[in-house]
């Protein structure tokens, strides 16, 4: 994936692809055109690579040709084509190939043919290495087409966002989606593993548990995993800058995610602010901060049953419960106004079925 800007983009065609359909149709106009002398016409900034590399193919005798225009703004078309650069070449009688690197409304092409049949040329035809028939609005006759492509914005090979991107080798797509990161928010033993596994399904999301993974690293008994344990065993927190860098390798491991749940993190205010620190970086931010609200004694009766069942040690011993309450009264629990602060917190009843409680999430989510 690259990021151009503030958008992010990821492989559409391969170089060899193109390489490949170039040749095939290079093969085609040096039939086409034998023992004829074309003027290929290039459309600059966008069609140089393709150009290049076509021109490279071609047997025949031929001569080139550059014309300039332009008629986007970043990445929806102005509709407004204007003529930079002219041409120097007489095109009269002459057999003429407009060499393009996208077709998509058709406007430009359309005012370019309309320029060059003032010219009258013997014979116009037309290349492009990228046509959008849902976009195309026009009924002029496209003779070569490399790729028949949808609407979606491409940069690379030539094609450029808001002018960079034209160094590609590959051709890239844009990636658009609105991200959801949902920090759920509670007490232990409020639901929200539980409700993660639901949600995380619904809306695709990737799901990180910052208890699971220190499980997971003690259970393989890593260095991590070590230095956790004595933390965890005593229902105290791992050290702030331990959690957030094995965070930060988490998302950068799923940096395709269309989303996360953040579960168990952030648990101190340093961390909430680091973990804003890390998605901007990546320009993601924290879309919404769901708090389940269930009292103390429903918890700790919840805890107990669920420390019989799984054998997590922090689960089975009251007063290593009643400490992480404590401690989430204290350390966690004023993250809901640094949240409410930045409009993103809601609270949600934690109390009732599974079903209800995760309908309600999924409200605030859509
Ligand atoms: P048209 O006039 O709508 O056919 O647009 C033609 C011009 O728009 C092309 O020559 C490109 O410069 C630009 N364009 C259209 N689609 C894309 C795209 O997906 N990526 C980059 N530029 C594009
Ligand atoms: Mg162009």
């Given at each position: 994936m690259v990021k151009l800007n503030d958008k992010f983009f990821e492989p559409f065609i391969p170089y060899s692809a193109i390489q490949k359909r170039i040749t095939e149709i290079a093969r085609e106009i040096n039939q086409a055109y034998k023992g004829k002398t074309p003027i290929l016409v290039g459309v600059l900034n966008g069609s140089i690579l393709f150009f290049s590399d076509l021109l490279k193919e071609i047997t025949i005798s031929c001569e080139v040709e550059f014309i300039r225009l332009s008629s986007y703004e970043g990445t929806s078309t102005t509709g407004d084509v204007k003529q930079v650069m002219g041409l120097k070449?007489?095109?009269?009688?002459r057999d003429v190939i407009i060499i393009e690197d996208i077709v998509d409304t058709g406007i430009t092409l359309e005012n370019l043919t309309h320029t060059l049949s003032k010219e009258s040329p013997k014979s116009l035809a037309i290349a492009t290495l990228l046509f959008k028939p849902n976009a195309y609005q026009k009924t002029i006759e496209i003779n070569y087409v490399g790729f028949e492509v949808g609407n979606e914005f491409l940069v690379g090979y030539g094609l450029d966002y808001d002018e960079i991107g034209r160094n590609l080798k590959d051709i890239y797509v844009i990636k658009e989606y609105n991200m959801i990161n949902l920090i759920l928010f509670g007490p232990p033993g409020a639901g929200k593993g539980t409700q993660s596994d639901l949600i995380k399904d619904k809306f695709d999301l990737v799901h990180l548990s910052t208890g699971d993974m220190f499980r997971f690293h003690l259970k393989n008994e890593t260095e991590l995993g070590k230095l956790a344990k004595g933390y965890m065993d005593k229902g105290e927190l791992v050290p702030d800058q331990v959690v957030i860098d094995m965070i930060d390798a988490k998302l950068e491991e799923e940096k395709d995610a269309k989303g996360f749940i953040f579960d168990g993190f952030p648990r101190t205010t340093e961390q909430a602010v680091a973990l804003d620190k890390l998605l901007a970086d990546k320009n993601?931010?924290?879309?919404h901060m769901l708090s389940l609200e269930v009292d103390e004694d429903e918890l700790v009766k919840r805890l107990l049953l669920r420390g019989k069942d799984s054998g997590r040690k922090d689960d089975q011993d009251e007063s290593i419960i009643r400490n992480r309450m404590s401690v989430y009264n204290e350390q966690t629990a004023p993250l809901i106004d640094f949240y409410k602060k930045q409009g993103k917190h809601q609270a949600i009843e934690g109390v009732g079925s599974i079903e209800d409680i995760s309908g309600k999430i999924a409200e605030a989510l859509s």
């Open positions: 070449k007489d095109l009269a009688n993601w931010e924290i879309t």
